[in-house]
């Protein structure tokens, strides 16, 4: 009898091993590492930081921004619950930011150049000032590629 | 002997459920793995269609329309200076870039200093490359704005006189007739209104003649009081 019993215990561990064997097979399987494929997300290049102590921030649109459409949207930052002029062709827009400085406006814009001009100011008075240049125009879109060389057509330098 | 047997039995199926399941865990992860390296062929796949789109996209951010607006500070027979907002922008003029005056095309000496241009062209990795000048005789520029806070001292109908909130000092504002009266919700009111201390927001613009007012804001609601 106790012959019988040392061979069923036998036969188990056997047993025993040959699924701790597969057990171990399955888990190398599931955890064995994909080969890395790196996609590097963008850097958000539109989000301007607010730098500390600012009181007024535009997000958009960006300076010297041209383009087709006779409207924008001026969107930016500024002291929370200020209140926010927007000066645009000779008209004002009064607004005021939300609880976290946020504000928008919607303006039309005339063929040409605009001088976008946001002041914020706050309870006490204080204000700040932003501008933004922004040119309707579709001049660009419809001139063909200059076929000129860089020497012919040397770039423009800023102070 | 027969408790033996039993016993022996039991064990052999336990067992054998239990090879069973190893199979087919090893099966699985077979699966696992095919379905592994096919998800990867596939996110490659992708990858590589993205980059080409990615290219695309990059290229178009490093190449964007630009313009500046500015009064012509210097000219000479290859360049033209603008004072702009942000600073001296100097403007090369090449064969390439299209020279227009009040809507007609000019030559250089057409163009004056004090004049003021807009000058649109292409900003490629930095560099901005113009293509088209465009003179004008008149300002570009619109009178200074001018916004302030504060309490209301004297209100006549050619002038307005507040305490500015932020200096307390006073502050002498032309009032036209054009000048709009409103209420704190924006909605237009009558200049008669508008009382000593109250605070007023002022909106306007700012000259050699001073500060001419355009907008007068009550912060207060008025119109309910009434």
Do not use: C
């Not at chain 1, 106790?2 to 036969?11: F, G, R, T, W």
């Not at chain 1, 927007?86 to 303006?107: C, K, M, P």
């Amino acid at each position: 009898m106790k012959k019988e019993v040392v061979i069923a215990i036998l036969i188990g561990l056997s047993f025993g091993l040959i699924i701790t064997y597969g057990l171990y097979r399955v888990r190398k399987a599931v955890t064995t590492p994909n080969t890395s494929s790196t996609i590097t997300a963008p850097t958000d290049a539109t989000a301007t930081p607010t730098p500390a102590g600012a009181m007024l921030t535009i997000l958009s649109p960006e300076d010297g921004h041209v383009q087709e459409e006779n409207e924008v949207t001026v969107t930016g930052t500024a002291t929370p619950d200020s209140i926010v002029v927007l000066f645009v062709n000779g008209e004002e827009f009064i607004s005021s930011a939300d609880a976290s400085g946020s504000f928008s406006f919607t303006v039309a814009l005339e063929e040409g150049s605009t001088i976008l001009s946001v002041h914020a100011i706050d309870e006490s008075g204080v204000g700040a000032t932003q501008e933004r240049v922004i040119i309707v125009s579709k001049l660009l879109s419809e001139q063909p590629e200059p076929q000129a060389d860089k020497e012919a057509s040397p770039a423009a330098e800023t102070k | 002997m027969k408790k033996t047997k039993i016993l022996g039995s039991i064990l052999g199926v336990v067992l054998l459920l239990g090879t069973f399941q190893v199979v087919s865990a090893v099966d699985d992860a077979t699966d696992s793995g095919k379905t592994t390296q096919e998800l990867k062929k596939r996110i490659e796949k992708v990858v590589e269609e993205k980059k080409q789109e990615v290219g695309e996209v990059v290229a178009k951010i490093s190449t964007k329309k630009r313009g500046f607006v500015g009064k012509i500070d210097r000219v000479t027979s290859e360049t033209i200076t603008l004072e702009t907002h942000k600073g001296v922008l100097i403007v090369p003029l090449s064969a390439n870039v299209s020279v227009t005056k009040n809507g007609k095309d000019v030559t250089i000496d057409d163009i004056a200093v004090d004049e003021w241009a807009i000058t649109l062209g292409v900003e490629e990795n930095g560099t901005f490359e113009p293509r088209f000048v465009l003179v004008s005789s008149k300002s570009l520029r619109p009178p200074e704005p001018v916004v302030l806070l504060g309490t209301l001292k004297s209100l006549t109908s050619k002038e307005l006189v507040i305490v500015s909130r932020s200096d307390s000092e006073e502050k002498s504002i032309t009032v036209t007739k054009n000048a709009l009266f409103e209420d704190s919700d924006g909605t237009e009111i009558d200049s008669e209104m508008f009382e000593k201390d109250l605070t007023v927001l002022v909106t306007g613009f700012q000259d050699e003649d001073g500060i001419t007012g355009t907008t007068i804001r009550s912060l207060a609601p008025l119109s309910k009081e009434k």
